[in-house]
């Protein structure tokens, strides 16, 4: 049986406001690995452990499932990740996948700490200060990305996209923290 998700203890918290600030006066804290691992879910403990720190995710923005799956990046880079450098909040328009069109304007305030979540978050390029992997076994990633009704094909054909990408990237290898999502 899976475990809850793990808890979120006080050294971490403490060892996260501790870094040395990686975009402006912003803590990036980067949650990566492959699709329906639990990077969303483990992303809120920790935004929650950090007091309700601001979560920005790659579902946030419009990326096609046969496409390239850093297309998150440009807009995030844009409109959060510079007006941050600068002191400023970020903005962007939440992208509804429901509806399959933008949503509401999200401001990003400037934070101790900002934690992104995404395919790609802690890729090489990205300013974190802390990158955190998740990773679960195939078998209970497919079954979540059925459970919340993915076209399992596309999805099938997204992991093998995604898995190049973390191989080329090494994601995972420079991880500093690896956490079993393999939780309920």
Excluded at 52 to 66: E, N
Excluded at 123 to 132: T, W
Aim: proline share 9%.
């Amino acid at each position: 049986m899976a475990a809850s998700v793990p808890p979120v203890d006080a050294a971490l918290v403490a060892r996260l406001r501790a870094l040395e600030p990686s975009c402006g006066s912003v803590r990036i804290v980067a949650v990566d690995g492959p699709s329906a691992a639990g990077k969303t879910t483990f992303s809120g403990a920790l935004a929650a452990a950090l007091d309700g720190a601001p979560v920005v995710h790659s579902d946030d923005f419009p990326v096609p499932w046969d496409g390239e799956p850093l297309a998150w990046w440009p807009p995030l880079t844009a409109h959060v990740l510079a007006p941050l450098r600068a002191g400023r909040p970020g903005r962007f328009r939440r992208y509804d996948w429901r509806r399959g069109a933008y949503a509401e304007e999200v401001t990003v305030p400037v934070a101790p700490v900002l934690v992104i979540e995404g395919v790609g978050a802690a890729r090489q390029e990205s300013p974190a200060a802390f990158r955190v992997w998740v990773e679960a076994p195939l078998a209970v990633r497919r079954r979540r990305a059925a459970g919340r009704g993915d076209d399992l094909a596309a999805w099938d054909q997204w992991a093998e996209t995604e898995a190049k990408l973390f191989t080329a990237d090494r994601t995972r290898d420079r991880a500093d923290l690896v956490i079993d999502g393999n939780f309920s």
